[in-house]
Structures are given as structure tokens and as C-alpha cells.
């Protein structure tokens, strides 16, 4: 996808997992930062990698720069968003007061560092989604590499949810955590189209990102269920969508579930 506005500069090269599992970006840190990208204004392509290729080992990273020696690599979406409001004058969090941008840092640390662990432990530590979600992945290596690849996944992500405190509770604790998050974003919302206000911020790229991530149909799961009972949530998702990925088909996934 590239956004190029009148005056263009040389694109962006955005690096992201690419379109699975009814989401138009698999990686909701690179969904953050291609809507952030949109909402800055500046043109980039969207170049599907693997995280080996990043230099922090994560997806997304950017290259901004063709030639050598001005050609620059930012890694992680939050330092990506650093990088480029500095290089390019932009403020994604104008219309916000001191205290809103207090707020708005801790619900992204909120989305990334608590409601996003509880998804991932949806996907990883129920086998049968698995099997049906990140397992997929590796459908095209041939075995034994295929199972070891899976299994290798699986563990790593599991014993991160385990360092992070997530899996040391019980699944109807953790079910309780990610609803609390969920309410949360949803009194913070109310009525207001955005987060904040009339206009959408930096920081709520990733609250949609995860959001959408957990609302995804591909996913059935406790999370997801008690995530469909804030309706000012799921529209949320749905205009967000309909603004930032206006060719991806979300309510016909939607309708599909």
C-alpha cells in the first residue's frame, strides 16, 4: 500500500509481516506505525519481511533513504514515531494538552505492554489456535524443519508470556485482565470518534491495532467474546478501519464469523 501526497518524497519503506489472519497487517506494531505514517502525512511503501531482517530481531523497522550514505534504519514502532517526528516536523499529539499526553503515553504502554501480551496468550497457549493462527506460518517449510520452526515458536512466545506474569495466573484471571483493559478504553472512548477527541492521536494507533487484533473473526476466544460486548468499541475498530484501510474488506470478515 503507499499513500503519496502532491509534493512527494521518496516513500518510506515500512517493513511488517503483511495480510493474515483477517487483518490487513499482521503485526499490530506494524499497523501502528503505518497508520501513524498516514496520519504524519508521508508517503511509504509496505515491504513484507521477517524479523530476522530487523535489527532488533522485531517487526516493523523502517528505511528512510535511498542512498548510501544518508539512508537510515529505524527499528521499533515506538522509536519509529520518534524518528520521524523529529526528521519531519510533525506532532502527532498537537491538539492534546499536557495531562492528555500523560494519559495518552499510558494507554499505549497499556495496549502494548499488558492488552497485547493477553492476546498473544490467546493465540500461543491454546493449542487448537495455534495450529490454526501463527502456526501457519511455516506451512510452506518442508518437515521436520516445519515442526521444529512451530514448536520453537510456540515456546519462545510462551516462556515471554510467562517472564511477563501473564501465565502465572489462571485463565479466568487472565480473561479478567484483558477486560479490564477492554473497559477502560471503552469509558475513555465514550461517545467521542477518537480517543481524544475529533481527531485521531499517535498513541491510539496502537490501542486500534490490538483492538482490531482481538476482534479479528479469525480468533474465537474469551477475550474476543467479552471485547464484542463494548459496541463503542467495536465501532471504533470499524471506523478506524474504514479510514486507514479502506480496501480491506473488515465487515464482509466480520459478517463472515
Known amino acids: 500500500m503507499t499513500h503519496l501526497p502532491p509534493a512527494a518524497r521518496q516513500p518510506i519503506r515500512l517493513h511488517g509481516g503483511g495480510p493474515a489472519f483477517g487483518l490487513p497487517e499482521v503485526s499490530p506494531y506494524t499497523m501502528k506505525t503505518e497508520i501513524q505514517l498516514q496520519l504524519a502525512g508521508l508517503p511509504y511503501v509496505h515491504v513484507r519481511a521477517q524479523p530476522a531482517e530487523s535489527p532488533k530481531g522485531q517487526l516493523p523497522f523502517i528505511i528512510d533513504g535511498d542512498a548510501p550514505d544518508s539512508r537510515v534504519t529505524v527499528a521499533d514502532s515506538t522509536f519509529i514515531r520518534s524518528y520521524i517526528e523529529q526528521k519531519y516536523g510533525v506532532d502527532l499529539d498537537a491538539d492534546l494538552t499536557v495531562e492528555q499526553r500523560a494519559v495518552a503515553w499510558a494507554v499505549e504502554r497499556m495496549a502494548e505492554n499488558q492488552l497485547g501480551w493477553v492476546m498473544n496468550y490467546f493465540r500461543y497457549a491454546d493449542e487448537a489456535s495455534f495450529n490454526h493462527g501463527p502456526a501457519r506460518w ?13 514448536h520453537d515458536l510456540r515456546e519462545k512466545v510462551m516462556a515471554n508470556l ?46 486500534f491495532a490490538q483492538l482490531a487484533n482481538i476482534l479479528s473473526p479469525y480468533f474465537d476466544n474469551a477475550l474476543r467474546r467479552r471485547a464484542e460486548a463494548f459496541v463503542n468499541l467495536v465501532d471504533y475498530v470499524d471506523r478506524m478501519m474504514e479510514r486507514f484501510y479502506p480496501h480491506f474488506a473488515w465487515r464482509a470478515c466480520q459478517r463472515a464469523a
Open 138 to 150: 511455516y506451512d510452506a517449510v518442508p518437515e521436520p524443519r516445519r515442526t521444529e520452526l512451530r
Open 162 to 207: 510467562f517472564a511477563v506474569g501473564i501465565t502465572r495466573h489462571s485463565h479466568d484471571e487472565i480473561v479478567l485482565l484483558g477486560a479490564r483493559s477492554l473497559r477502560s478504553l471503552s469509558v475513555l472512548l465514550g461517545a467521542k470518534p477518537y480517543l481524544f477527541g475529533v481527531r485521531a492521536t499517535g498513541s491510539e494507533a496502537i490501542v
